[in-house]
């Protein structure tokens, strides 16, 4: 395999395409069987773009954007700090718990990453406040909605880069710079998700940053997730010697890792998750941003056999589907085992998955270094802010999470 291949754009990281497939799964392929995806499954996609941007700003909460992540400081719960930083100022709001973070990824040739570092301040990857004028922020629309296409390019830039010799923006995605910004959006605990891409060499995320969070001493705040690659041959064996170490959640990335859900090889996987009490973190939809050679793998019907077949495992759908919301919603609700991550979804989404579900089960998520804690958080405040929903407001930024993970959080 040439470095070629493996630097091959839009094959490194986290919503680039998929992590380099280097071995099977019994019954996986690249190909696209016949249903798998459908012209349907295409139009689909295309409508609910278009729709989004007939429709926003016309829903129930009106219009909302801001210039830039700083801006939502006009929000009343939000204001800035002597820095100009962005910090929520409400002192009502429980202690949240973000299921849906990351650190910075220093893998292939191991560019140099103190994790244990600050910076002066975080350049999120997709960073509304990293230009002049900030880019407008509209929390109407899907997240990544918000940023140009060449503000997409030079994020696919910077995480190719960042496999090689590494750069400045991921330099800054370390334990004291979110722990910063968790104390500044009052954010109590955090969990980082690893995602193991498949590369030949310089793939140990999980052990990287369990081992920062020890040295760091940050067990307190961060809790590492587990990543296994689903077609490596040994997965089940790695998922059990995680589990061995104390791991409670595995994250796997469809879309990244160019794997389906329901694959039958995949099962005995979901069964050892299932008898460990492994909570499943899948990357759920379609964001619209990656390749269309990977949107196939992530369309909702995909997840369901796992739903189906696996009562007892309980499974996250992230980003609640991202543009496929309407869906994956609507398949999480007939399943007492799924939860929902409600990250990326704009304020009329967000509102019509809490008319759907009444709160249950849905998880607060940010994404982060992708994105400000802020953004979600603001549609959080915005959604559920009447005294009917101070409960929801509750079980989304909380309450949930300790459900699920009551030994880690209760």
Not at 186 to 195: A, D, Q, R, T, W
Request: proline share 6%.
């Amino acid at each position: 395999m040439t470095i070629r291949t493996i630097l091959s754009r839009r094959q490194l990281l986290l919503g680039a395409a998929g992590g380099l497939a280097l071995s099977g799964i019994p019954g996986c392929s690249d190909e696209i069987a016949p249903g798998r995806y459908t012209q349907t499954d295409i139009d689909h996609l295309a409508n609910q773009r278009r729709r989004e941007t007939e429709q926003k700003g016309k829903g129930p909460y009106g219009v909302h954007r801001y210039a830039g992540y700083r801006g939502l400081a006009t929000l009343p719960w939000f204001d800035t700090d002597d820095g100009g930083q962005l910090i929520c100022v409400d002192d009502s709001l429980p202690g949240i718990v973000d299921v849906h973070a990351h650190l910075g990824m220093s893998i292939l040739f191991k560019p140099q990453l103190d994790l244990l570092a600050a910076t002066p301040r975080t350049r999120h990857l997709l960073d509304c406040d990293g230009s002049k004028p900030p880019c407008e922020l509209d929390l109407d629309i899907y997240v990544n909605g918000n940023f140009s296409p060449e503000a997409l390019k030079q994020n696919e830039k910077v995480l190719t880069t960042q496999g090689l010799w590494g750069n400045d923006v991921v330099r800054s995605h370390t334990i004291p710079n979110l722990i910063a910004e968790m104390d500044a959006m009052g954010v109590k605990h955090s969990f980082v998700l690893p995602i193991k891409l498949g590369l030949p060499f310089g793939d140990d995320l999980t052990e990287q940053w369990e081992s920062a969070i020890a040295l760091a001493g940050a067990g307190d705040r961060l809790t590492s997730g587990c990543s296994v690659h689903p077609r490596d041959e040994d997965r089940v064996e790695q998922l059990r010697r995680y589990a061995a170490a104390g791991a409670k959640l595995v994250k796997l990335h469809p879309t990244v890792q160019k794997f389906y859900p329901d694959d039958p090889g995949l099962m005995p996987f979901y069964e050892e998750a299932q008898r460990l009490g492994i909570v499943v973190f899948f990357h759920g939809g379609r964001a619209g941003i990656e390749p269309e050679s990977s949107q196939p793998f992530a369309v909702p019907r995909h997840y369901a056999r796992v739903l189906d077949d696996f009562p007892r495992l309980q499974v996250i759908l992230g980003h609640a589907g991202a543009r496929d919301s309407d869906a994956m919603v609507d398949l999480a609700v007939k399943h007492q085992n799924a939860w929902i991550g409600i990250h990326g979804q704009g304020i009329t989404s967000l509102e019509r998955i809490i008319e759907k579900t009444g709160g249950e089960r849905l998880l607060f998520g940010t994404d982060w270094p992708w994105y400000h804690l802020g953004a979600t958080l603001a549609k959080v405040l915005i959604t559920t802010d009447t005294p009917q929903r101070s409960s929801i407001r509750d079980a989304i930024l909380q309450g949930n999470a300790k459900t699920l993970f009551p030994e880690l959080l209760g």
